[in-house]
Structure formats: C-alpha cells, structure tokens
C-alpha cells in the first residue's frame, strides 16, 4: 500500500517557479514564482503546481452537482442557497415545468431544496443553476446535512470509492453535492449510520487509509446486526 | 456536520420519539461543562465556561459610585450582554438587541433577586459612597444554552472576585462577599419533547424554553419563559425536576473550581 | 506622560527582565471557535485577544457592495472588563480608527477580486489587553484569514517598536507604552517586506525612525515564523490520525 506523502502548505509559501511548473489551483505567480495562496495540501500533477484547500466556502463551477435551498420564489425566477458567498439564480427556462409568469411559489417556494447543476458563473461571479438534467429535481423526504466543502472529495473518495462503500453497507440512497450538502434517504438505522460515518471522515479527512478503515468499520457493523 | 434548518424540526422530533437526542444525550443531560477562573487578569474577577460548544467569558470591574436614595447603605450591581458577531455568523455588531438585553437582565435578575452578592457589606460611606459590581458577559461562541453559560460564568466570576479598595484607597482588598447562588437550567420543548442544555439545533426548532434557577435546598429562586410557545403543568414539573438534579450536580463543580 | 518614579530600566534590563530586543512570550492557538469559518485565540505578553472571521459571504447591506471585489470588515473591540478602569461596552473613536486602519492592511494581501460583492468580516476581541494590543490583534487576524481558507497573498503580521529613556526598544510593555518616548506600531507583509500598517507617536529623530522600523520589522519577522508554526501544527496533528 503506497502512501503519497500529504504536504501542508500556507499562504505565501513557495512550491516552485514558472521555468520548470504550471500554476494550477490554489496558486498565484509573482516574478515568475509560483507562490500557495491558501492554507491546504499541495498536489503536483504533470506539471501542474495546485493547492487543495483544508477549508473555506464553496466555490461553484460551472458544471458542479449542488444543493439549493430556495430563499426567494420571484416573478420568473428564484433564488437559491447554494451555501456561496452569495444566492445562485434559477430562472424558469432552467426548470422541468411550464411555469407562468408570477406563479414561481407553486412550484417551489422558500425552504425548498434542490438538487441543481451550476449552468454558468459569469466574470461578475453570478451564478447560474439549472434543473433541466436527469437526476435534478425538488427533494422530498430524506434528510439533508451540511459538511465543509473542501471535505467533498473525501466523501465521494477516488472514483466514488468512498460513496460506493457508504451506499453498499447502509442501503441509504446518498447524493453529494459539491457544495457540501448531503442528501441521505433510507431507514433510520441505517441513516443514523451514515450520519456517524460522515462526521467520521470529516474529522479524520486528512489521514492516510481512511477508505479501509471506514469500509471495516461498517463491515463490523452490519456483522454485529446480524 | 450540520443539518439543514427546514429538515431539522422533523429529524429532531423523530428522534426524541424514539426517547433519542441528536447529540446522544439523555433528554436531561448537560453536554461536558469546563469552567476556567481567573481568565481575565486585568479584571476584578473573570471566568471563562463552556458548556459543549458555547463559550462565554465574563468579567467584572468594580467602581466605586452613589447609592440609590431608596437604598443609601448598600452596594449596587449593573450587568451587561454582548452578543459579538465573533459567536455566530447571525449576530450583528452594534448595540444590543432584545436577545442580549433579555439574556443580561435574566442573568442579572438571578443574582440580584437571590441577593447572592451581599450588598449590604458593599457600603463605603453610607448615604455618600458605595461599590458598583459591573458584570459584563462576552459571547465567543454561540452553540445553544446562552442563559446557562452566561449565569454559571458570572457567578464563577463574581466568586473568583477581589474588591480593590487599595486601588482606590478605601482600605484593603478583600474578597467579594457572596452567599449560595441558585443555579440556573434550561430547557426548551419541541414536538412534545423536553430536553434540557437544548443545542442549537433544538433551540432553532423550539417552541417554547423555560429556565428554572434553584438554590442548595432545591427551592426554586428565579424562573424565565420564554419563545411564544406554551407549556402543560406536567411539563413545568419535568423542567423543575431536570433543573434541581442539574442544578445539584453544576453547584458541586462550580464549589470545586472555585475553591468553596 | 512622564513619571520620574517609574524607573524603566533597572540593571540595563528592562521593567519585566527583557533585553531592547526581545519579545513578550507569545502563544497562539488556532481554529478554536466552533461557529467561525477561521479563528484565532492569541497571548502576547498579557494580551489576550480572540478573532474569528466569517466569509466571503454576501455584502449586506447591499450597497456597501463593490462590484469588483470583496469590502474588509475589520471591528476592534475591547471588552469592558479587559481594562484598568472599566470601559462602555462599545465602540469609541479609538476602536473604530484602529478598526479602519486594520482593514486597509488586510486589504491589501488579501485576494479580494476572487469574490465580488462579498464581505470578510474580522471580529478582534481584546478580553485582556496589556500594551499592543492593535498589532496583536493583526497578528491574531492574519492567522485566523488562514484558517478560514481565504485566499491572500502573504499572512499579514504586526509588532511594535518604540523609545524609552532615549534607548530604543521592541514590544512595548505596559508601562513603557505609558511612560515612554515614542511608540511605533508596524503591520508587514512578512514575504515581500511590504508595510501594510504604520503609525507613530512620540518624538523621534530620523535616525532613530530608521533603527525602531528596522527593529519593528525584525520583530515582525519573528512573530511570522511563530504565527507560520502555529497554523502547520495544528493540521499535522489531523494528518496523523491513525
């Protein structure tokens, strides 16, 4: 089992130059030195200098999977939560409905949730969402929670590793938004599992072997019900 | 992890139909209580309390001032609350709101009612000259329960408390006199459920909160409804009995720390 | 303010045993406070200061916004009993200018036209303060804008330099900043050497300008590598999670 050693970097340390490395995420150039912007963990891939962010808010990008909440239904549009620096906009062309115009709270309305795509976020950092996509619709039931963004990757793991072993050992239906909301439907039991198993990988998101130990973890759990 | 505020009334609601909390307490279960005194130097007597997550530090100042005409030979007390915009991403910078004043007169109420600071023997001149206990209470961090944290710091302060007559040249510093205080519970009822040290979360999603102060014989010195929900007789009752046993259980530690 | 009781040098150390150039101790605690996107619980000398910062999240009200980037909300605060004699709750002329001159530091390292039409709102709270407690305070604030995940170009750090008994010393305590001659409070970019926060008074030659800035950013410096220290520390300690 091989271990890539995890390298915390803070702002303004220096991880490189531009001669020999790309600046990728994370990273701004001065004088042809590539410097970290944030507090995270540097990922060197080909050439390319990124820094992964520990925490901070979310930052939606076009393409994203995320879970709004709309705040206000207006006459041909609706703002959502998408727990950004600022509400996303939902216009009545992005949604699966005929919605006439001044009748938007007949179909979703302050509280309810959603689960989106990012369709744009233009220079001023607007943000656009759409509902027009297979798998995006209104929520119902289950229950949503909220975890920091920046753990996101954990959660889904390396091509899903990690989701699939939550979905297998508790039969929970569970989508992950980017912007760090969960939505989790299933029996309350299980669902209670998934919750504990979350909250487990966000405080231990930094470490190494995380996915085998939360996989024996749950494995010896369901043994026991049995 | 939190869960988001339109689900969390139903969640938490099945849960406590199911006899569970989302924390894993017993319903009359206080979260781990950390009290800390002396973390003030530059005041007359500071303390710092965590109660799970929600910290508060409270410090007091001791002036020296008029008495009142009705009450010419006894000390006098003031409490203030501030709500900083450091304990919680909802609280606002600038001058109290309804919450703060409430949660400082309440605070405030608790101590002076029960008479737990011996005014009487706060007179310097009678008629002329008396001591001033100022209690400032200092939110940091804002998870649930602020009356509680806020009455347990305030009390651990005014303990941890020298009066500094040599400051001002009145004689030698001695410690504040202070009698047993009562200690203020809280609970807060949602669905039918009574759960007492509410998180933020059942306090979000309560309808109604009641806090119960209650002294060593476990009489009860101080009460406070509040939110517009209602409370059946039965459930005063639950409340009374989850705040004397807390009550009993908050005094030994303070006691402990405090060195009574 | 002069007292000729007060004797601040005694044996060539200073009031508490420092030499002219050395620092209070300093202990810094990171991302203690629960609700806060970042924070910081600081000690320096008897100070003792909290931050917590919240964003970027959207500029209210609305037309505070600036369209091309994110507004710094700086609030100074001294709690009423973190003084001698008891301070009003709130904010006076003194808290709001060291409020402001606060924020222009940080805007300055900070990434701000990554989040347009938001705010970074930084809440310093001095609950016991002995002498610098403005430079503290930054220091605290850079440390907790890390913490929070905000993108800047450098951790802002501050320190004081000043004249007393017409020697020049760093990190003014208590009663040098009382009694002394001059007080020089400097905020840096510790990476680039940029001054980001500057004030002075008191009275001094250009000479002795010139050594007190060269002391203050010397300091700056050193208080960099602890504020530096601080933040790895306490990530490190989540990496080796077994």
New interface residues.
Partial sequence: MTQEKREIVIPSQLLGDTKQNKAGRGTFVEQGKIYSEILGIVNRKSDFINVIPIKGRYDPIEGDFVIGIVEDPMASSWLVDINAPYPALLHVSEVPWDVEFGETDRYLNHGDSVMAKVASVDINRKVNITLKDRNLYKIKGGLIINVEPSKVPRIIGKKGSMISILKKYTRCRIFVGQNGRIWIDGDDENVAKVLHTIKKIESESLSYGLTNRIESLLKNETQEVQ | MTITPSIKRDYLSKLAAQGKRADNRKFDEYRSIEIEIGYVPKAEGSARVKIGNTQVVAGIKMGVGEPYPDTPNEGVMSTAAEMIPMASPDFEAGPPRENAIELARVVDRGIRESQVIEVKKLCIEPGEKIWIVFIDIHILDYDGNLFDAASLASLAALYNTTVPAEHFEIGENFPLPMKDPPISCTSVKFNNAIVTDPSLDEEEVAEARLTVATDENGDIRAMQKGLNGSFTVDEIKKVIKASIDNGKKIREELYKIVGK | MKNDDIKLFQDGKRIDGRTNDELRPIKIEVGI???????CYLEWG?N?I???V?????AVPRHTQN?LR?IVNA?Y?M????????KR??PDRRSREISKVTSEALEKIL?LE?????AI?V?I?V????AGTRCAGLTAAGVAL??????????PVACAAGKIEGQLVLDLGKEEDNYGDADLPVAL???TGEILLLQMDGHLTIDEFDKALDMAIKGCQKVSELQ?KA??EK??A?????
């Fill in positions: 406070l629960h609700r806060a996107d970042g924070s008897g003792k909290m931050v917590a919240y964003g970027p999240r959207e369209q994110a609030r605060n709690a009423a009993f973190s003084v001698e004699d008891r709750p709130g990434l990554k989040f347009p039409r938001a709102d809440n709270e609950l016991n303060a002995e890390a913490d929070a995940g905000i993108p800047m170009k450098d951790i970019s510790p990476r530096k933040i790895i990530y490190i989540e990496l080796e999670v077994e």
